[in-house]
Structure formats: C-alpha cells, structure tokens
C-alpha cells in the first residue's frame, strides 16, 4: 500500500511575513511545491496548532505556495517590484489571515533577556510583515518601551501586535474596516489530521519536515502514530547551533541538543543539504549513543531566476569593490571583514582602497556590525 505524505506547512506560513526567503525558507518551499505538482493526491498539508496538526485544504496551500513562489522570485530585481510585491504580500495575507497568526508560544520559551534583544533589534517588518514598517519612523525610545512590554508576556504581546496590525493595514487601505477585519479574522477549523488518521487507519503515513531544526511536533505525531503506522523524514541544514554554538544564543545550544536526541529516537530518514552535514550528523549520533543509518544527501538547486541568461547591471563604480551577499549576523564574519578593511585604510596597505559592500537583510545580534 502507497503512503499518504504529511507535509508541514507551519514554517512557510510564518514566513508569508518575509519579503525574500532565507536558504532554508527556500528548501522549504521548494518540496512543497514538488509535493503539490507531483503528489497532490497522496498529500496532506498540515500546519502545527498547539499538540495538534490542523490539515491545511489543498486549496489553501496551492495559493499559498504559488504565492510565495511569485513574491519571492519577482522580490529580487528592483526596489519598484519589491514595493509592489510586500504590497501585494499584505493583501494575501489579509485574504488569508486566518492561515498565520505568530509563533509566540517558542517567543516566549526565550528567557526575558533575550526576547527583548530580539524585538528591539529585529526588523519587524521580517517577523510581523510590512504593515509594522510604520514602526520605523518611531522615535527609538519608544521602540525600547515597545520591545520591553511585549516581551513580558503573551497578553500585552498579543495586545501591541493587534495595535500595530490596526494601524499598518489602515495606512496601507486607508480603509478601517479592512484593518479591523484584519486583526479579529480567524481561521476557525477543527479538521485536525488526527481525526483523518482515525478514520483512515489503515494507510501508511510519512511526516516531512524540512524546516530548520525546530519546531517539531512530537506530541502531535505521537498521537498519530498510535493510532496508524507512521514514519519520518527529516532535511537537515546543519548542526552548527551545537557545534559553533558562540553564533548563538547560550539557551539554542541545549534545547539543540535535545530536540537532536528526541528526533533520533523516532528512527527518521535523514536528509542532508551536503556531505559535511552528513558528517556532523554521524558525529553526532555516536557522541550521543544514537543510531541513524538512513541518511542521503539532496544538494539544494539553484532558483530559475538565477539562471538566466542576461548579464546582470555593473555597480555604478569606477572603484575596485568587494562584495558579501549573507545575512547579517555573527556567524557570517561581517566583524572580520570589517576590521581587515579597517586595517588597510589605517595602514595604507592597499592603494586605491576597493569599496566593501555589505548586502543581506538583518539577521539577530547585528548591533556591532550596524554602528
């Protein structure tokens, strides 16, 4: 008998908010989207809800994922298509708002320290999406006093994002009514894939999950697997949050390491993004007295927009220049640049100066690197 595909959609709908994908986002994405074209039939879309997974209708996830295929694509060429495109970003989302509502329950695992860090030095256009860009013309005293009572819990949090909905979508429409719909529509379903389960009990089911390393529902799959025959198949990006952990967040490394051994437990297939990724894994499970022989490695691919054939427009420059496409964060060594070309001005070792170019959407702990 054939599996039925589970696929978990939770990251993508938290990520409709993002005006370009990050490199997972985009794995992601991209085995949706070959689920939906070649497997639609034998494929359940789910989206995690507490200790549940809510089934998500085919309907939903196509105009879901074709939506994001469209954005994200067309979100690379110039700053008119991006204005266009978060616009029409917003709009989706206000069609579907009640497929996305924020993942304040792993917010506010963080301890206090580090949620207010967050809120104060996120973009949160790339957490809440484009109508929080209003929030960037506050004086910063206010966005201190905005990150400190949001951070302290979920009630005042939930109270500010509405707030900050209300007043985005309203400057966006121009339109209260659009506005208040927007924060008071939910989507209101009790298709939970456990009661599918039940009622299919005799197929085979495999979970997929290609997120990034969180997030895992092992309640909700728990559930499912006593009452049907069910399986694993995880994408793995990387292990660095174990094994560079000073690029994280003290707390990231241990909940890390604990959500690793749960998962092995489960005995999943593993997919790895490369070889080397497969070789921290393999560390990994012997340091930790686990097992895993069924792991294959799948290269990410390389997006059709980046494969055409015209040659892109030179930097408008007549200077040497130097240029590093990552997100700005710790472990992309923005730093380390930065003090080499530091380095060269003081000391005159290079003459002309080549120009350092910095181009990424900002990432967490950007503080250093940004002043």
């Known amino acids: 008998m054939d599996k039925i595909y589970i696929y978990d959609l939770t990251c993508l709908i938290y990520q409709q908010v993002s005006e370009t994908p990050s490199g997972t986002v985009r794995v992601d994405l991209r085995y949706a989207h070959y689920l939906l074209t070649q497997h639609k039939d034998a494929t359940i879309f789910v989206k995690q809800q507490g200790n549940n997974l809510l089934i998500i209708s085919h309907n939903e996830a196509e105009a879901l994922i074709h939506h994001l295929l469209e954005n994200w694509e067309l979100g690379i060429s110039n700053s008119i298509e991006e204005k266009s495109n978060s616009e029409s970003n917003l709009e989706f989302r206000m069609r579907y708002h009640g497929m996305w509502d924020p993942d304040l329950d792993t917010f506010f695992s963080m301890p206090f320290h580090d949620r207010f860090h967050f809120l104060l030095n996120q973009e949160l256009t790339e957490i809440f999406g484009v109508e929080f860009s209003w929030v960037r013309k506050l004086p910063h005293v206010l966005k201190i006093w905005y990150a400190f009572v949001a951070s302290i819990s979920k009630f005042p949090a939930t109270f500010l994002l509405h707030i900050g ?207």
């Open 165 to 371: 909905q209300f007043v985005g979508v309203l400057l966006k429409t121009r339109s209260i009514y659009l506005a208040y719909r927007f924060i008071t529509t939910r989507r209101n379903s009790n298709d939970f894939l456990s009661e599918h389960v039940q009622r299919n009990k005799d197929q085979k089911y495999l979970y997929i999950y290609t997120a990034y390393n969180r997030g895992f529902p092992f309640k909700a799959l728990e559930n499912i697997k006593a009452i049907a025959p069910l399986e694993y198949c995880v994408f793995m990006h990387d292990l660095i949050i174990i094994y560079y952990a000073e690029y994280f967040l003290p707390v990231n490394r241990h909940a890390q390491i604990k959500w690793m051994k749960h998962l092995l437990t489960l005995e999943p297939k593993i997919i790895s993004n490369s070889n080397e990724t497969k070789k921290y894994l393999q560390r990994f499970t012997k340091e930790h007295d686990r097992e895993c022989d069924d792991m294959v490695t799948a290269h990410i691919g390389v997006e059709p927009c980046f494969l055409k054939s015209q040659t892109p427009p030179p930097l408008k420059t007549d200077k040497n220049y130097f240029v590093v496409i990552a997100t700005i964060e710790p472990r992309k060594n923005h730093i380390l640049l930065l003090n080499i070309w530091r380095d060269m001005a003081q000391n005159s070792a290079v003459d002309p100066m080549p120009e350092l170019y910095l181009v990424g959407k900002r990432g967490w702990e950007n503080e250093n690197v940004i002043d």
